[in-house]
Structure formats: structure tokens, C-alpha cells
């Protein structure tokens, strides 16, 4: 059974930065990717990673998010700078069953999901 474990969540102010983990256990997979959902809304796409390290992000964070993995430690990142109200959301961390193709933003591509980290910016 795939497992993520997100953390680093919190509550900062406009401006602020803060780096999300996400440990992976029994996943050896290279496409994986962060999420967000706020209340009343969809869960969408944030920042993605697929093969050799292609990365693919939401407009609404290109330039201010920045996602990466340490396959050893078999852990992926997300350092997010500049941080806005708007970025208030319960944060999650997923998984791909099967890797190819480009980089995938859309939530139904993952199969395997984490329990989530709440991220609260205020102006």
C-alpha cells in the first residue's frame, strides 16, 4: 500500500514562504504532484513532476512555487515564496499509478493520495 505523508503546512502572513514535504513509502514512481482544494471549491492542480524530472505548473503559481524530489529520501517539495491570500487551501500531495506521457496537472490522472496539509495565508 502507497503512502504519503504531507507536512509543513501553517498559517503565515501575505508575502510569507513555506516549504511543504511529502515521504513517500512503497512508491518508486517518478510522476507525482501537489494539489490544493479551498472550501467550496475543486481541488486543483499546482505544481507536478513527471520522467527525468519535467515539472508542469498552474498559472496562478509559476514563478512563485517551485516543486522538487529527493529520490533518495524519497520525498517531494514544494517551496512556495510570495505566498497570498488566495494560495489558502488545504494542501495535498499525490501520486501517479502509471507514469508516462506529459506532465499531468488534472487530479483524476493520481491514484494514490495523501491526508493533506493546511496552508492559511492572511493579508
Known amino acids: 500500500q502507497v503512502q504519503l505523508v504531507e507536512s509543513g503546512g501553517g498559517a503565515v502572513q501575505s508575502g510569507g514562504s513555506l516549504r511543504l514535504s511529502c515521504a513517500a513509502s512503497?512508491?518508486?514512481?517518478?510522476?507525482m504532484g501537489w494539489f490544493r482544494q479551498a472550501p467550496g471549491k475543486e481541488r486543483e492542480g499546482v505544481a507536478a513532476m513527471g520522467r527525468g524530472g519535467s515539472t508542469s505548473y498552474a498559472d496562478s503559481v509559476k514563478g512563485r512555487f517551485t516543486i522538487s524530489k529527493d529520490n533518495a529520501a524519497r520525498t517531494l517539495y514544494l517551496q512556495m515564496n510570495s505566498l497570498k491570500p488566495e494560495d489558502t487551501a488545504m494542501y495535498y500531495c499525490?501520486?501517479?499509478?502509471?507514469?508516462?506521457?506529459?506532465?499531468?496537472?488534472?487530479?483524476?490522472?493520481?491514484?494514490?493520495w495523501g491526508q493533506g496539509t493546511q496552508v492559511t495565508v492572511s493579508s
Open positions: 499525490a501520486a501517479r499509478f502509471v507514469c508516462g506521457g506529459n506532465v499531468k496537472l488534472d487530479p483524476g490522472q493520481y491514484a494514490y
Open positions: 512503497r512508491y518508486s514512481g517518478s510522476c
